[in-house]
């Protein structure tokens, strides 16, 4: 299982785009990079998943390099309902294992 | 889409006492239900895998007698938390597997938050 690094915690501010990023360097070539969110005292929900390039949906847009050995989760205009935890997940077969997660905090 | 009902949301009980938590998928049937223990301020740590029709698989660490899953139908995994001690005060999460591959689309109950008292 390819491990995962992210920043611990983030701030931002209501409007303000905000990028993610998680290191995944031992990746292996079927692995997908799968970002899942969660809000306090919710279980986490599915964001967006992806294997390469730029993957975007109406909640965010994932950037994957063309090395793959990391990845960035883009949050644009934020608002203080996106305070929560953000995992990446890299190298799922059937359970999903999180790791530390991004704590966001977004202020008015 | 596919929702997983969790209950209780809450609930507060006496030491020594056991707790169960259900899980139910209600428009789709889950032959697998994954179950997650979370800490405050910590990440989600899976404890077992449960199976509809047999045994659950534990995760390293996580005793089988104290934390019974049963999965006896398609769409019910339940939790018993039993002899229950203030150390197994936690939120606890199911999640069933997407339709999806590796990761995508996994459905998570809304948590239940045990006090033990």
């Known amino acids: 299982l390819a491990k995962t690094t992210q920043p611990i915690s983030m701030d931002s501010y209501e409007g303000q785009e905000v990028n993610i990023t998680c290191s995944h360097n031992?990746?292996?070539?079927?692995?997908?990079i799968t970002w899942y969110q969660q809000f306090p005292s919710q279980g986490p929900r599915f964001i967006i998943q992806g294997y390469k390039t730029k993957v975007t949906n109406e909640v965010a847009s994932l950037f994957i390099p063309a090395d793959r050995k990391s990845s960035t989760l883009s949050l644009p205009r934020v608002s203080l309902s996106d305070t929560a935890v953000y995992y990446c997940?890299?190298?799922?077969?059937?359970?999903?294992?999180f790791g530390t997660g991004t704590r966001l905090q977004v202020f008015p | 889409g596919a929702v997983v009902s969790q209950h209780p949301s809450r609930v507060i009980c006496k030491s020594g006492t056991s707790v169960k938590i259900e899980c139910r998928s209600l428009d789709f049937q889950a032959t697998t239900m994954f179950w997650y223990r979370q800490f405050p301020k910590q990440s989600l740590m899976l404890m077992a895998t449960s199976n509809e029709g047999s045994k659950a698989t534990y995760e390293q660490g996580v005793e089988k007698d104290k934390f019974l899953i049963n999965h006896a139908s398609l769409t019910l995994s339940t939790l018993t938390v039993t002899s229950a001690h203030p150390e197994d005060s936690s939120f606890y999460i199911c999640s069933a597997p997407g339709t999806g591959t590796r990761g995508y689309g996994y459905t998570f109950g809304s948590g239940t938050r045990l006090t033990v008292v």
């Open positions: 997940l890299v190298g799922v077969t059937d359970k999903l294992i």
């Open positions: 031992n990746i292996a070539t079927n692995d997908y």
